[in-house]
């Protein structure tokens, strides 16, 4: 009995404490806890819930009209590991993930070291690099299609004046270009995230290391390749595997812009679990979908995490 008072005490103790006066006050622990209680409810609610919900929802088929839910178990994976359509879009997906974020990494790095040096108006144009990540999606998309409009858009007018083509030609209405311009958007959007998250490491490396560097005769690459260039890829990594999990699930800019097609050209897996969930009706089918592309998204971040750790590892 006696252990057992010693040991409620003390797990009391980890939750409240008693003052001088005698009056009850929290720990460190218990504000700690109530601190972050809403930011896990919240989580639980908008994030995780929803997910175990569609999990669910993949082993059953649902009839669109009444809800009604009938178990399959395991048909709905299998009849959409058996469709071409699924694999077509899982491999645009990654050309659209793959594509966006390694060009939109390597120019974000060269625009954050440019923005990094003493320019004049560095200011003016820190500020204006964040235009176009500011812009929403849907008014980029619409932009995006009258420029490359066949009929009124610039981009083809100019191609003809230029001599370069004999004709216009409607790029988001051919299969073989639509993805590519696509492509070109997400880039154009989404680059100033990438010189943003990276021009504010650059601003807290160590200046001593730099110049311990050049005064020892190091070159500018040598001083990028062993002392820069290993304080942004803790970062780096960071910012591919964020620009990862949101390139793969990016809806807005590629839907907009040519709506999946033109024959499914542009239809990646975001844009696949709309068309299965309200065009062809088959919502068991729509979850199971983004039940993979949940699986796929967390076997990159773990990943992403191994290399993070390695870049941690070698800049100590």
Avoid: C
């Avoid at 103790?13 to 409810?41: C, H, S, Y």
């Amino acid at each position: 009995m006696t252990v057992m008072t010693k040991t409620t005490k003390t797990a009391a103790g980890k939750w409240l404490r008693r003052r001088e006066n005698g009056q009850f006050e929290i720990t460190d622990r218990t504000l700690a806890v109530l601190m972050i209680l809403p930011a896990v409810i919240l989580i639980g609610a908008f994030a995780i819930y929803p997910v175990l919900q569609g999990f669910a929802a993949s082993f059953f088929r649902i009839e669109s009209a009444t809800l009604a839910m009938t178990f399959t178990g395991l048909s709905n994976y299998k009849d959409l590991f058996g469709d071409s359509l699924f694999w077509e879009s899982l491999g645009r997906t990654l050309v659209w993930t793959a594509a966006t974020i390694l060009v939109q990494i390597s120019v974000g790095l060269g625009i954050s070291l440019l923005l990094h040096q003493e320019l004049r108006g560095r200011n003016l144009a820190r500020g204006l690099v964040l235009f176009p990540y500011l812009i929403p999606a849907v008014v980029i998309a619409v932009t995006w299609r009258f420029i490359l409009d066949p009929t009124l858009g610039v981009f083809n007018r100019t191609m003809l004046e230029w001599g370069l083509i004999d004709r216009p030609i409607a790029f988001l209405a051919s299969k073989s270009t639509a993805l590519l311009f696509v492509i070109i958007g997400g880039i154009w959007k989404y680059t100033p995230f990438v010189v943003i998250m990276l021009l504010a490491r650059l601003q807290v490396i160590p200046v001593d290391l730099e110049e311990a560097a050049q005064i020892d005769g190091a070159t500018r690459w040598q001083v990028f390749r062993h002392i820069t260039l290993p304080w942004l890829m803790p970062v780096i990594v960071i910012t591919l595997l964020l620009r990862t999990i949101w390139m793969f699930n990016e809806f807005d800019m590629v839907y907009l812009f040519a709506f999946g097609g033109p024959l499914f050209g542009t239809t990646t897996l975001p844009v696949l679990v709309r068309y299965l969930a309200f065009d062809a009706r088959q919502i068991g089918m729509a979850a199971a979908t983004s039940s993979v592309m949940v699986v796929i998204l967390m076997t990159m971040s773990w990943g992403y995490f191994q290399f993070y750790n390695r870049a941690e590892a070698n800049l100590n």
